[in-house]
């Protein structure tokens, strides 16, 4: 659609722009996302660059321009639309959400917008993320650090799961937004907690509560009624068993999930994704480690009860949890560039500060995720 | 090169290596040694206070390929 | 230097596995994910430390005299790679609300120094400028780990556009985002001393009245990035390397916002 005389461009916040004035080449560098577009335009173009300003309209900027110019005016200005340089200074102001809503999250709508490209798109997106039901099984160190961070992100509707109270202990990994009493004397729940630190952020947020732990006898159907999102990170009495008996309800319901990462021995894990039919189950992870952990057999401990013998750190908890909220992010914004056919699963190593990823294949004859 | 601090002969153990982090699932090697094929995680954090719960998982689930592994 | 008299276990997190490679050993210790390959002639020697749950390095030669000598060798060597420990420590971990971390610490501080080196950390004073999405969440993180100190640094109130990253709540708009975290502090770590700075920083020479203000400094961490983390790291790197104080610019700031610290 043509551009109407009298609109009044505006080259928003958040992108910087230089110029490269031999070659004639405009390079725009999105700050959020440090993407960079590069235009080669003639000269008289990008001196209209500074222009525009919400001052001068189509109209003023084009006066003197004979007529092939101010098509080709038109035409970059339409460009500059399309890849979401150019946008109405209002735009935040216009979106479908509340005031109080949109003020909290300008940043991730800034952010979603140099991605994204267009108000148009970003709204959508967001409202995708604000109408979600998101499932959280597990609200321990990681889990209810990840719930902190979905509700910054705007999701508005959960149902938690985790039968247990905070403890003293609990002030060592678990982010605590709120002040707490954590003696043994006056226990807290941890779903109670949780959804009182939701309410400060949020006033329309939605919790269902289930102070219950995940077993083979929980009812699903029931549990995960109207769910459209699962995030698991109930590691007891094994992450593997748990992640198996939801991905398997997950695949038959299509409803995506994470495997949440950060559980022992993998402290600082970064999730994994799962999209029925698209990406590898939890059954197909099994039968990949199955494989190749066929070999690795560790001899029994001899130490039987290591139930506080194993360690943490509060900020190895933070990376997974954020790690997994980026993956609920770009799930929900689908760019495009989320998990395809290969799953796999991506490990910070404290020792030398690296990132490890191995790739995972669907298995062609998973009784649960191929036809 | 530098003779390491622990050797064969005089020690009776050496060091062969030093990884900072294990990852890739293909880097595993080993002889059997025993009946069960644990991942680390859950051999590496097992509780024992989670032992009997652990057969009603399995029988539950069952996975092909025995045990499950994550 | 380590005591022979002190009860033994193998650690919870480390796990042994046998290898393809005749006599040797894989020693996994889970928490940092390293892994030890050790050859062992004797596999008496092997069974010994896959069965140690409370035994001294002096009980196990008397026990085995044939192979006293390698026995104290190698459990003198596991105490020191953190695969072994003093049992008298792990009650200690085992009583402490802190059992994770030092846990996690043991990973690569031997037995013999760790509860040493808890006080060392709880000796420590870090100061940490810029308390925004990056720098509250950094806060906590720090102080979770123990250390004794921490000074807070950062001029803003907290604002409704802070919320969606970070410690903040609803409750704490139009607060100093110092004292926010101040008061929650207070509450979640007893025993850590925390002050605060409300300066907006302009200059260096804030930067050295503040640091002899408060002393001996162990850490400065940079997670300021107003006007931009440039600004402020050319005020904060000079009077850190002056004064021989390691220091980290946090990443997340514009431009950079999932890079790591460097």
Known sequence: MKLQDDYKPYLRDGVDVYVDDQRLIVTFVFLSTRQRLQVKAEQWLIQLLPFFDRVHSIAELSHELPEIKREKLHLFLSYLQSKGLLVDSEWLRQLVFDDEYTSSLQRQLNFMLDILGSPKCVSKAQNKIQCAQVAIFGLGAVGSALFLELLQMGFQNFVLVDEKNLRPDSSDRHTLPLAIDLSLETPTSKVDYYEKCARTLNKNVRIRKEKIKLTTGTELDILLNKVTFVINFADEPYIGYTSIRLSRYCVENDIPMIVGGGFDAHLASMGELIIPKLTPCSDCYNSYFQETLKNWKPIKHAVRDRSKGIGGLKSMSQFSASSVALKVFRYFVNTGCQATENGGRGEFKFRDYSIDYFSVRRNPNCAVCCD | ?70 | MIDKTENLRLRPSVSIVSTATENVWEFFLSNTRQVRHLRIRDQRLIHLVTQLNGTSIADLVKEHPDIGSEIAHLFTALVEWCIVEYQSVSKTIFDSTHYRTLNFLSDFIPSYALLSEQRRFRNSKVILIGCGGVGSLLADGIAAIGVGELTLWDPDDVKNNNLNRGLFTRQDVGKSKVRVLADRFEKLYPDLKVTTVTELLEQETQISRHFGKLGSTDLVINAADYPNVDVTSKLIFPTCMNLKIPHIVAGGSWFHRINAAL
């Open chain 2, 1 to 70: 090169m530098a003779k390491p601090k622990y050797d064969l002969q005089t020690h009776g153990f050496e060091e062969v290596s030093f990884e900072a982090g294990m990852m890739n699932g293909q880097e595993y090697t080993g002889g059997c040694s025993g009946g069960r094929s644990d991942c680390c995680t859950r051999t590496c954090s097992l509780d024992e206070n989670f032992a009997e719960s652990e057969k009603g998982w399995e029988d539950f689930l069952k996975v092909e390929g025995g045990q499950v592994q994550y």
